[in-house]
């Protein structure tokens, strides 16, 4: 039984290195690499390498990109659900200085085709797993017709509400059992449907009951919010403690040299989801002190999907 099942996009990456992100008109000299990428894809391989047997569902072309996708998951030990799409696989530029930041710029391509009829007809595979993970680089109405029926059966639903820009509603959010955005994220979802007007930036500055009294206003459940270089920021509903001893807490950051921070944020969910997964009877916070470690190891190596650690709960016992 697929323990982990992830509905999201694939992308083929393109990716530029540069000593410095390109400004406006600029024209620099980088470095030129591609690969397999997309939050979905990397999340799935992510949860894979981190100890889950994980199943990927998505929509790709008829294409070499989706050749790509097929290959590596089968390589990789994923589960591969594909809906065909008569749009090319979708496609990423990437940005990468010389501090591991990133610009990213998504062409979505098949990746808007994944329908509602198609995870519908895969309920089956949907309602028998232990954790659903979904993002927003797919179409909103399909994700959230998959967290529902996740959700119908006893399925944890964890949501990486990503990228910022995304369309989401709060309805959407209410049916993440536990919501993940990053403070960019979490700054466009409160400004989008609370009416809270808050800065990426100041957001790790918060104190932990401001910052709690605001992921209260999100949802019901439990959120994490990942905050870099800061740590990670959890908030339980009261009577949600998922046994954890407090309502909110900080999780510290772990110490790497990081060469490439993109993927790191889906080397976190996927590691996380892994975890909820895998690990039973556990406080929360172990799941979480599990992913942050996880996403830290993803940013000492180059790229996204092929950047992702094999490295399990049981190793970092």
């Known amino acids: 039984m697929t323990a982990v099942v992830v509905a999201g996009s694939f992308n083929v990456d393109h990716v530029w290195r540069c000593d410095t992100l390109p400004a406006g008109g600029a024209t620099i000299a980088g470095r030129y690499s591609t690969g397999p990428g997309g939050k979905g894809f990397n999340q799935a391989v992510a949860a894979g390498r981190a100890g889950a047997s994980t199943t990927f569902v998505c929509a790709l072309g008829d294409d070499a990109g989706g050749a790509l996708a097929r290959q590596l998951a089968g390589a990789d030990g994923l589960s591969l659900v594909a809906e065909a799409s008569a749009e090319p696989t979708g496609t990423a530029g990437i940005y990468v200085d010389a501090r591991g930041r990133n610009s990213i710029v998504i062409g979505a391509g098949a990746n808007a085709s994944l329908s509602i009829p198609f995870v519908t007809a895969n309920q089956s595979l949907v309602g028998s797993a232990k954790v659903l993970l979904a993002q927003l680089e797919s179409p909103i109405e399909t994700i959230e017709a998959a967290l ?67 992921c209260r206003k999100l949802s019901g459940n439990t959120v994490v919010v990942t905050l870099g270089a800061v740590g990670v920021f959890v908030s339980h509903a009261p009577e949600r403690l998922r046994g954890d001893s407090s309502a ?70």
């Open 148 to 214: 529902e029926l996740a959700r119908q059966n006893g399925v944890t639903t964890v949501l990486n509400a990503a990228p910022a820009n995304a369309p989401s509603t709060i309805s959407l959010l209410k049916l993440a059992d536990v919501l993940t955005p990053n403070e960019t994220e979490f700054a466009a979802l409160l400004s989008r449907h609370v009416g809270e007007r808050i800065e990426a930036d100041d957001v790790a500055a918060l104190d932990g009951a401001t910052l709690h009294e605001l």
């Open 248 to 317: 909110y807490y900080r999780v510290a950051a772990e110490t790497v040299q990081a060469v490439d921070t993109t993927g790191a944020g889906d080397a976190f969910n996927g590691a996380l989801a892994a975890s909820l997964a895998t690990v039973a009877d556990v406080p929360f916070a172990q799941h979480v002190r599990f992913a942050n470690r996880y996403a830290a190891r993803s940013t000492e190596n180059e790229g996204a999907a092929l950047a992702m650690p094999r490295f399990t709960p049981a190793d970092a016992v």
